[in-house]
Antibody, heavy 121, light 107 residues
Framework: EVQLVESGGGSVQPGGTLRLSCAAS????????MSWVRQAPGKGLEWVSG????????YYADSVKGRFSISRENSKNTLYLQMNSLRADDTAVYYC??????????????WGQGTLVTVSS | DIQMTQSPSSLSASVGDRVTITCQAS??????LNWYQQKPGKAPKLLIY???NLETGVPSRFSGSGSGTDFTFTISSLQPEDIATYYC?????????FGGGTKVEIK
């Protein structure tokens, strides 16, 4: 059974940093691209970042480019999102999601339960 | 970035009704279009990929069609468990972008 379990969310002041983790199990982690998708309270879905299965390629939404960094450790079946210079509009539930293919984010067939990030003074 | 425009933003229908949601892309995306269902407090679930392919285990009352810029998602006979918000999402170009969502309620 595929499982994705996010951790690392919490409350942080504007300008602060957080590192999210996503522990994956039940599939060959290195064979699939992975993404982070967020959802602000009461709002729709926003794709944040993605990474190829080999970690050779990374992709970002313009809203987080230069502030967030995605990475993965295939030996540990873990996906990360390093979030720096956090702003109030980064407040959201952050979901880790598995893609259906290896190289580029496309369709996400499994999702974690989400972890809440709150940026507030 | 490719903009995805969904309509309506919400709808109310009776059990057994046929429900249709449309999604329009700001440019030609071929068939690189997915549909997700999100129930309150839950993570999204992939229902349809490549515009018309039903994900494994998804009931056949769900279907999708379209190509280019105009796409349609249909529930042939609305069931109480279909109460959710539905999103389209394109993957022709990065960044991936979602439609604004359609909230489906029971009348």
């Amino acid at each position: 059974e595929v499982q994705l379990v996010e951790s690392g969310g919490g409350s942080v002041q504007p300008g602060g940093t957080l590192r999210l983790s996503c522990a994956a199990s039940g599939f060959t982690f290195s064979s699939y691209a992975m993404s982070w998708v967020r959802q602000a309270p009461g709002k729709g879905l926003e794709w944040v970042s993605g990474i190829s299965g080999s970690a050779g390629s990374t992709y970002y939404a313009d809203s987080v480019k230069g502030r967030f960094s995605i990475s993965r450790e295939n030996s540990k079946n873990t996906l990360y999102l390093q979030m720096n210079s956090l702003r109030a509009d980064d407040t959201a539930v952050y979901y880790c999601a598995k893609d259906i293919i290896l190289l580029v984010p496309s369709a996400m067939d499994y999702w974690g339960q989400g972890t809440l990030v709150t940026v507030s003074s | 970035d490719i903009q995805m425009t969904q309509s309506p933003s919400s709808l109310s229908a009776s059990v057994g009704d046929r429900v249709t949601i449309t999604c329009q892309a700001s440019q030609d995306i071929s068939n690189f279009l997915n549909w997700y269902q999100q129930k309150p407090g839950k993570a999204p679930k992939l229902l349809i990929y490549d515009a018309s392919n039903l994900e494994t285990g998804v009931p056949s009352r769900f279907s999708g069609s379209g190509s280019g810029t105009d796409f349609t998602f249909t529930i042939s006979s609305l069931q109480p468990e279909d109460i959710a918000t539905y999103y389209c999402q394109q993957y022709d170009n990065l960044p991936l972008t979602f439609g604004g969502g359609t909230k489906v309620e029971i009348k």
